[in-house]
């Protein structure tokens, strides 16, 4: 019983010795935090400058894929005249080469 009433008392001494010791990392702190708020102004304007950076790459590749869209169907109006009439001259021939029924 003495034994642990003694590292009772001791464990209480202990406790009260660490609990009255000064915080050294408490004064370093400070200086941390009037840093803080520039070096947030400076993660702000990063980030602000990559959205517009990203915002130009898509309205680059948008513009890009209606050009691109747009080319595609000029091309489709320019050619498909040409491929009907060839098509509508080959099925005559078809026609014109078939037996006639009696």
């Not at 008392?9 to 708020?37: D, E, K, M, S």
Request: no cysteine; net charge positive; hydrophobic share 55%.
């Amino acid at each position: 019983m003495n034994k642990l009433l003694a590292t009772l008392i001791a464990g209480f001494f202990a406790a009260g010795a660490f609990a009255q010791a000064p915080a050294a990392p408490a004064t370093a702190a400070a200086p941390a935090a009037a840093v803080a708020p520039a070096a947030k102004a400076e993660v702000k304007d990063a980030k602000a400058e990559a959205k517009a950076q990203a915002k130009a790459v898509k309205a680059e590749k948008k513009a890009a894929h209606k050009a691109e869209v747009k080319a595609a169907q000029s091309a489709d109006t320019k050619v498909a005249p040409a491929a009907e009439k060839t098509a509508d001259k080959a099925a005559a021939k078809v026609d014109a080469k078939m037996p006639q029924g009696k």
